[in-house]
């Protein structure tokens, strides 16, 4: 009788402790300042969606023919410190690198030129747009890429579209910015 009474009192511990892990993120109100990715101990989860664009084909500074690749991750916030932008709300932080490398790390990344890149937005819902220009470096591979390009535009699904200010083959996304 006195094991089964400790092994109950064990699993009651064992339970109510589980359950306090597990209610314990959930208290973080969405006022409270969020992290991009996700936390089971600190601060909540922002609302994200994430972006990515087909490779952009440009020439670079000089005589050069190179490739931007765009990712990123559209937020509600407001993002917490330290961050790309503390505080920042409805917004998408875009990580650009550029050119491939056939073998990885363990080979030369190939199409990678100086370029300054921009990004074009349109908020399709309020009507707001603006515009984002960043020099990249041809040293901004995938393994090294730019990552803290922030783009403001407020809630609502957003048209980017990324280009450089040499020639190039743009190419356009949606995102929707909680």
Same mark, same amino acid.
């Given at each position: 009788?006195?094991?089964?009474?400790?092994?109950?009192?064990?699993?009651?511990?064992?339970?109510?402790?589980?359950?306090?892990?597990?209610?314990?993120?959930?208290?973080?109100?969405?006022?409270?300042?969020?992290?991009?990715?996700?936390?089971?101990? &600190?601060?909540?989860?922002?609302?994200?969606?994430?972006?990515?664009?087909?490779?952009?084909?440009?020439? &670079?500074?000089?005589?050069?023919?190179?490739?931007?690749?765009?990712?990123?991750?559209? #937020?509600?916030?407001?993002?917490?410190?330290?961050?790309?932008?503390? &505080?920042?709300?409805?917004?998408?932080?875009?990580?650009?690198?550029?050119? #491939?490398?056939?073998?990885?790390?363990?080979?030369?990344?190939?199409?990678?030129?100086?370029?300054?890149?921009?990004?074009?937005?349109?908020?399709?819902?309020?009507?707001?747009?603006?515009?984002?220009?960043?020099?990249?470096?041809?040293?901004?591979?995938?393994?090294?890429?730019?990552?803290?390009?922030?783009?403001?535009?407020?809630? &609502?699904?957003?048209?980017?579209?990324?280009?450089?200010?040499?020639?190039?083959?743009?190419?356009?996304?949606?995102? #929707?910015?909680?």
């Amino acid at each position: 009788m006195t094991s089964r009474k400790s092994f109950a009192s064990a699993a009651a511990t064992v339970l109510a402790g589980a359950a306090l892990c597990l209610a314990a993120p959930g208290t973080a109100k969405a006022a409270d300042p969020c992290q991009l990715g996700w936390s089971n101990v &600190g601060p909540r989860s922002c609302v994200m969606n994430e972006l990515r664009t087909a490779p952009v084909a440009t020439l &670079g500074h000089g005589v050069c023919i190179g490739i931007l690749n765009v990712a990123g991750t559209a #937020f509600d916030g407001p993002l917490m410190a330290p961050s790309v932008a503390p &505080g920042a709300t409805n917004s998408i932080a875009l990580r650009v690198s550029q050119g #491939f490398s056939p073998l990885g790390n363990w080979a030369p990344t190939l199409l990678a030129c100086d370029v300054n890149v921009i990004v074009d937005w349109k908020n399709l819902d309020s009507g707001a747009a603006g515009s984002v220009t960043r020099f990249i470096p041809a040293g901004s591979t995938s393994t090294y890429p730019v990552q803290d390009l922030m783009v403001g535009t407020g809630p &609502g699904r957003v048209q980017l579209t990324i280009r450089t200010d040499k020639a190039n083959i743009p190419q356009s996304t949606e995102v #929707f910015v909680r």
